[in-house]
């Protein structure tokens, strides 16, 4: 195999893999990908059967944001011969005591064109009888919400960037990056490469790789699961009579149809923080209690035996916002940060990255993602206070809440 390449990636997890396909797709053998462990892994955030996706967001540039990341897909599932987003429709139910705030949702939805339906208790309880929930709950509907394939999305960007000449290698942990007068040197498994621009996408172990530049960004890592369910009623879980669904509020549970696997799969985030390197792999047994609960009260007929919780990591940023722009001072080097909510943007991620490396610029409005935004410069000392990494992690929320009261998912 060669050792130069016009475009190295970093990171082979969701958005590493969309970069290495949108980057062949212009430079085909000139792509090399570089994973850590093997394609296809489960240490990361970006392998399990199914994420949403919605256009259900706060901001009109990230409904907007929202809007692209569907067409992005739609090149893949062309090019690919494979569907990878499945619209189920979305339903958002809002509780009252949530601190997310509704108002900000429609009115960027509105401001987009994008069609959605308030229904309040009755005709939820009408459209949606097999939710079980109290009388002060109503809900928003969304009929372009649904779930992205992530295994199945995630080798479809490689196997046709493979297809397109890119050259993709695992079980090599990069351990070295230095600037070059001609780009980057790189080295990973006791191989050295050679890179005129360079992606970094390497999810939870991103500070390891923004070292070698000098930069740390005020990230944590959580480790979260997902609990799928063997309902004996499955027939009626399907994606296309079941829909995606959203309990709104922060720290919030949410649900899928049958898609990929044995069961209903449904989640409530832990907010667990942890070292990617010492992590377990054992389910948390109150979080996955806390699900069979919720389940059991609210979709009963979905409820069944647990077939398997499935644990996996979570990088967050303290604004909620994503990481996606070039390295300061490095015009080619450009790197991504999912900020807990970014695998229905995968592709576009891969196809943003792309753009910012190729032409220098970004077809879509990325400014809220800046590297070197305040939010995040002034967050740094603010991250580092306190005792316990719970007790910091505990700090994260109300900054959250103060940062737009977006949802996670
Ligand atoms: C339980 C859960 C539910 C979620 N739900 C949703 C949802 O419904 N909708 C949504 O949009 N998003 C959701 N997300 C978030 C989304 O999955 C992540 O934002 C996204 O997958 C992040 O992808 P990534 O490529 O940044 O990280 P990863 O998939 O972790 O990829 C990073 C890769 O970099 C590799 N790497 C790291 N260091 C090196 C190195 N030194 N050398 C080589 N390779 C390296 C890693 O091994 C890894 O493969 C959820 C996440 C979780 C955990």
Known sequence: MKSSFTYVVIGLGGLGSAAAYW??????????GIEQFELGHVRGESE????????????????RFAEEAYRAWAVLEEESGEQVVVKTGEINFWPPATTLREDDYNRSMAACGVPFEILDNVQLRRRFPEFRFGDDIHGVY???????????????????AQQNGAALIDNMPVSSIKQTAGGYEIVAGGR??????????????????????????????THEQVTYFASPNLGEFTPDRFPV?????????????????????????????????????EPDVQNETDVRRFVAEHIPRAFGPVLYSKTCLLTHT??????????????????????????????????????LLVYGKATTNIHAFRFDRPT?????????????ARAELAHIRPKRVHCGDKDMR
């Open 376 to 388: 995040l410069a002034l967050a740094k000392s603010d991250w580092e206070i306190g005792g316990s």
């Open 192 to 221: 050295t490469f050679s890179a005129e621009k360079l992606v970094i996408a390497a999810g939870p172990w991103t500070n390891r790789m923004l070292a070698h530049f000098g930069f740390e960004l005020p990230l944590r890592v």
């Open 48 to 63: 399990d059967h199914s994420r949403i996706i919605r256009k259900t967001y706060h901001t009109v540039p990230y409904v």
């Open 245 to 281: 669904w959203i309990w709104m509020i922060l720290d919030n549970y949410y649900g899928f149809p049958v898609y990929g696997a044995e069961g209903v799969k449904a989640g409530k985030d832990r907010f667990s923080p942890i070292d990617p390197d010492k992590r377990s792999f």
């Open 23 to 32: 980057l062949s797709r212009r430079a085909g053998k000139d792509v090399l």
């Open 318 to 355: 303290v604004d909620g916002d994503f990481v996606l722009d070039r390295i300061p001072g490095h015009p080619n080097c450009v790197c991504a940060v999912g900020a807990t909510h970014a695998f229905k943007f995968a592709s576009l991620f891969g196809r943003t990255l792309t753009e």
């Open 142 to 160: 969304q009929p372009d919400g649904g779930l992205a394939g992530a295994i199945r999305a995630n080798a479809a960007h490689r196997r046709m």
